[in-house]
């Protein structure tokens, strides 16, 4: 019998797969993907600064195999995401989990 969980894993994974032209590498694994959300962070701009830096967060499914597990991330641990196919690739470092459910994990890079 197929449980709801299984299946809003499985619609969850193919959504993902659809809305993301991103890929990242993680570790041993490479090629996974990955939603990048670029948001403008206001709490951290402090008066008069002359530019905003974007909050970068990286939507990853929630899974060892075909992405990252809570238990594998790692405060300052890098991972690579190439934007879009024809981009080229750039290195962040992981700082915090912002969300986590039972299909997805998003984590702020910097």
Same mark, same amino acid.
């Given at each position: 019998?197929?449980?709801?969980?299984?299946?809003?894993?499985?619609? &969850?994974?193919?959504?993902?797969?659809? +809305?993301?032209?991103? @890929?990242?590498?993680? $570790? +041993?694994?490479? $090629?996974? +993907?990955?939603?990048?959300?670029?948001?403008?962070?206001?709490?951290?701009?402090?008066?008069? &600064?002359?530019?905003?830096?974007?909050?970068?967060?990286?939507?990853?499914?929630?899974?060892?195999?075909? $992405?990252? @597990?809570?238990?594998?991330? +790692?405060? $300052?641990?890098?991972?690579?995401?190439?934007?879009?196919?024809?981009?080229?690739?750039?290195?962040?470092?992981?700082?915090?989990?912002?969300?986590?459910?039972?299909?997805?994990?998003?984590?702020?890079?910097?």
């Amino acid at each position: 019998m197929t449980t709801f969980t299984d299946v809003f894993d499985q619609y &969850a994974a193919a959504e993902m797969d659809r +809305s993301s032209n991103a @890929t990242a590498d993680f $570790g +041993s694994r490479t $090629g996974l +993907s990955v939603m990048l959300d670029f948001t403008e962070d206001s709490s951290q701009i402090l008066p008069g &600064a002359r530019h905003r830096s974007p909050k970068i967060t990286i939507t990853f499914l929630n899974d060892a195999t075909n $992405g990252i @597990t809570p238990d594998e991330f +790692s405060e $300052g641990a890098q991972v690579t995401v190439t934007p879009r196919a024809e981009q080229t690739a750039r290195v962040f470092r992981m700082s915090k989990i912002t969300k986590q459910s039972t299909s997805f994990i998003t984590i702020e890079v910097h």
